[in-house]
């Protein structure tokens, strides 16, 4: 069964523009959870979609946003770049409907994207 | 704040000595998971251990959960310098699924 996939790997951009990361799950999976990894605040949560619907949101700007297709593979974009947004940013699948529970994550080799 | 806090933030051990590192968070939780990451690439799951559960093993891994002092402990028996790597604890909170709540990690350094 094939991982979790992200593209592109590496992404450089300019402060100002947006830029949007891909992410396809694992077959099967239906969730798709998007984490942002920095060294001084470490991984944080920025949304979960479930059915293309959004059913958790973090704690980050509305320049962060996301969507999911119906073949649940996700898309985040932000938008109006800051230096601050360089990040690894990871996605994860898994299958979701855990009763309430977050089960397993698999996460992906993410993007590393740098704002300059 | 962060919800889980690792404990030691750095860990250097000789191959074949276990190591051990140790979890504590705030609010009640469903489950709580350890992920492993080699240097900037992404988390390998480890093992998810539930709230009505006080120990899993997985090979070399035990992991132990306290719901009253709310911790938990991961230890690596004979360690491999493969396994170097930085570990995190993620919770998963009641009434938020979907959104784990990661510690800032263990950097472990295992030497040959």
């Known amino acids: 069964k094939a991982g979790v996939t992200q593209t592109p790997r590496y992404l450089i951009k300019t402060r100002g523009q947006q830029v949007t990361l891909s992410c396809s799950p694992i077959s099967g999976h239906r969730s798709v959870s998007w984490y942002q990894q920095t060294p001084g605040q470490g991984l944080q949560f920025l949304f979960e979609y479930f059915s293309e619907t959004q059913r958790n949101k973090g704690n980050f700007p509305g320049r962060f946003s996301g969507r999911q297709f119906s073949n649940s593979r996700s898309e985040m974009n932000v938008s109006t770049l800051e230096l601050g947004d360089s990040a690894l940013y990871l996605c994860?699948?898994?299958f979701g409907s855990g009763g309430g529970e977050t089960d397993t994550q698999y996460f992906g080799p993410g993007t590393r994207l740098t704002v300059l | 704040s962060q919800q889980g806090e690792e404990d030691p933030q750095a860990l250097s051990i000789q191959e074949g000595e276990n190591a051990t590192m140790n979890c504590s968070y705030k609010t009640s939780i469903n489950n709580l998971q350890w992920y492993r990451q080699n240097s900037g690439r992404g988390l390998v799951h480890l093992i998810l251990?539930?709230?009505?559960?006080r120990e899993k093993h997985s090979g070399r891994l035990r992991v132990t959960l306290d719901t009253s002092k709310k911790s938990s402990s991961l230890l690596i028996t004979a360690s491999r310098a493969a396994d170097t790597a930085s570990y995190f604890c993620?919770?998963?909170?009641?009434?938020?699924?979907?959104?784990?709540?990661f510690g800032k990690g263990t950097k472990l350094s295992v030497k040959p």
């Open positions: 251990i539930r709230s009505n559960e």
């Open positions: 993620a919770t998963d909170i009641r009434g938020s699924q979907g959104n784990l709540i």
């Open positions: 994860a699948s898994s």
